[in-house]
């Protein structure tokens, strides 16, 4: 009999996305000693998985869905949405060998070992661990305030961790990203954020208030980096070892920046810290050295015609879908014919979503002569909210 860990890790991406993983793979065999499980959202079966050293490579096949069902979520989201939505049913699948499973986003680094994880995950009432973005409100030096965490949520969910109690958790978080996964504001959904804001609370989360994990540009007006005496890098402001850092849209080429997600420069950010800086030029050379002398596109771009897939196509097929009748997938030979047809079609749902849209946008923009509208014609106001407002109150 094979002994298997009691705790495994996880990491959901594309193929163009494997640098950074197998970096976060090297520092958390270095200060965890543990293998990455390396989830490809875009290899289906283990054979065509590439043979990684250091990490376990799993092809989407691992998630247990069929192919009907994947490539229908392949179709109905992008690639980060996509990437997202699986991650509660990968998670589900960890823990039926395993008895704690934490999900890191592959674009993070270990600077330590997280000693605080079995008590903090112990310590929780369901058997979910979450970050905040932030531990305090921020101040006018912030990049971000807590209007932004309306938008996004309040956990940054590159990071959680669960145990078997969470599975109640895991099976209703799947059941709401099967479809709604989407980064759609006018619908207030930001893939799979604002859906854990909820569960937090019905499934009594417990949220992990240790300074140094989940650390990024996005709180680092909280977090700023320095050294203890010992050398080990530590969120000066609070004393905590720093244990996992995110570098979102962190571009190893650049040599300034620490991050490529603001109209504005985050030069200042960066070389505000040396230990900050080091530790950006020590990722860089690992994504670097970490780099294939090919990447493979990703293959739910477009149709087998080489037709792109729009957001608008993608959301038709969304909303057309049936599981009794299910519609002809764009990425499969066999459907070619059936998947042409039904494409010319769909110009009709677009439409009727972009009307959704524009009437959805109206009431924000203009709520005081949409309200005498509704007044005025209350029968065609039933209509449009029937068409375009489902049962669990998700605009189409």
Not at 13 to 33: D, F, I, R, T
Not at 35 to 45: A, G
Not at 87 to 94: F, I, S, V
Not at 336 to 357: I, K, Y
Request: charge should be negative; include cysteine; proline fraction near 7%.
């Amino acid at each position: 009999m094979v002994n298997t860990p009691s705790v495994a890790y996880l990491t959901i991406l594309a193929s163009n996305y494997l640098p950074k993983a197998l970096s976060l793979a090297e520092s958390l065999h270095k200060h965890e000693g543990a293998e990455l499980n390396v989830l490809l959202i875009d290899v289906p079966s283990p054979d065509r998985a590439p043979q990684l050293p250091g990490v376990r490579v799993l092809s989407t096949e691992f998630l247990g869905m069929g192919e009907t069902e994947l490539l229908r979520m392949a179709t109905i989201y992008d690639l980060v949405e996509f990437a997202t939505a699986v991650k509660p049913t990968a998670l589900l699948r960890l823990l039926e060998d395993h008895e704690a499973a934490y999900y890191i986003d592959p674009d993070m680094y270990l600077t330590a070992p997280m000693d605080e994880l079995p008590a903090e995950l112990a310590a929780s009432e369901g058997g979910i661990l979450l970050t905040p973005h932030f531990l305090k409100p921020p101040g006018a030096d912030a990049p971000l305030t807590e209007g932004h965490l309306l938008n996004v949520g309040v956990y940054n969910l590159g990071f959680c961790g669960v145990d078997r109690r969470a599975v109640p958790f895991l099976n209703w978080w799947k059941d709401r990203l099967r479809s709604e996964c989407r980064f759609e504001p006018l619908s207030g959904l930001f893939v799979d954020q604002k859906w854990v804001d909820v569960g937090s609370q019905l499934f009594n989360a417990r949220a992990l208030r240790h300074a140094g994990y989940n650390t990024g540009v996005g709180n680092m007006h909280e977090r700023p980096i320095g050294v203890d005496a010992d050398g080990a890098l530590i969120v000066a402001s609070t004393g905590d070892p720093l244990r996992l850092f995110h570098f979102h849209a962190f571009d190893p080429d650049n040599p300034t920046e620490l991050s490529t997600r603001f109209k504005w420069s985050t030069d200042g950010l960066r070389q505000s810290s040396d230990a900050l800086d080091q530790l950006c030029i020590e990722y860089a050379d690992k994504v670097r050295a970490n780099r294939p002398s090919n990447v493979p596109a990703y293959p739910y771009w477009e149709d087998l015609d080489g037709r792109p897939l729009s957001r608008h196509l993608r959301r038709s097929y969304r909303l057309q879908w049936d599981d009794e009748h299910p519609l002809p997938s764009p990425f499969r030979e066999s459907d070619r014919t059936a998947w042409s047809e039904w494409r010319r079609s769909a110009w009709r749902q677009s439409m009727r979503s972009l009307a959704g849209d524009a009437a959805k946008s109206a009431r924000v923009v203009l709520p005081e002569e949409s309200e005498r509208i509704i007044k005025r014609f209350p029968r065609l106001h039933r209509r449009l909210v029937g068409r375009y407002v489902d049962r669990g109150g998700l605009w189409g």
